[in-house]
């Protein structure tokens, strides 16, 4: 599985960008893909998520701003990035699970999702303000 993202830059606060991931795997029958940032000096986050029959979830620094959404046909992933503040800044990482199941444990597909098992490299967000 390969997952490589697309879309990152320097905006001033109050800017957009969307952000595209480009998967080798048909996005319509992954279990949970997701959105993670990691500002320096801190942990990486999950800040977006989506789940096979498109199903949204937001951790709550997000929720009104971004907006993720795939589409199947082209194996991409987005995440539409809108108001952006200087806190949002960091490297965002695209990435993926096929299986609900970890450790024999079921997850449900958003904010408490750990465990992605594919990740992209990442691509950069600076957002000025």
């Known amino acids: 599985v390969q997952l490589a993202e697309s879309g990152g830059g320097s905006v001033q606060a109050g800017g957009s960008l969307r952000l595209s991931c480009a998967a080798s795997?048909?996005?319509?029958?992954?279990?949970?893909m997701g959105w993670f940032r990691q500002a320096p000096g801190k942990e990486r986050e999950g800040v977006a998520y989506?789940?096979?029959?498109?199903?949204?979830s937001y951790v709550d620094s997000v929720k009104g701003r971004f907006t993720i959404s795939k589409d199947n046909a082209r194996k991409i992933l987005y995440l539409q990035m809108n108001n952006l503040r200087p806190e949002d800044s960091g490297m965002y990482y695209c990435?993926?699970?096929?299986?609900?199941?970890?450790?024999?444990?079921?997850?449900?597909?958003?904010?408490?999702?750990?465990?992605?098992?594919?990740w992209g490299t990442g691509t950069a967000v600076t957002i000025s303000s």
């Open positions: 989506i789940d096979m029959d498109g199903g949204p």
């Open positions: 990435a993926a699970d096929l299986s609900p199941y970890h450790d024999g444990r079921h997850r449900t597909c958003g904010p408490d999702f750990d465990d992605m098992a594919y």
């Open positions: 795997i048909y996005t319509g029958s992954t279990y949970c």
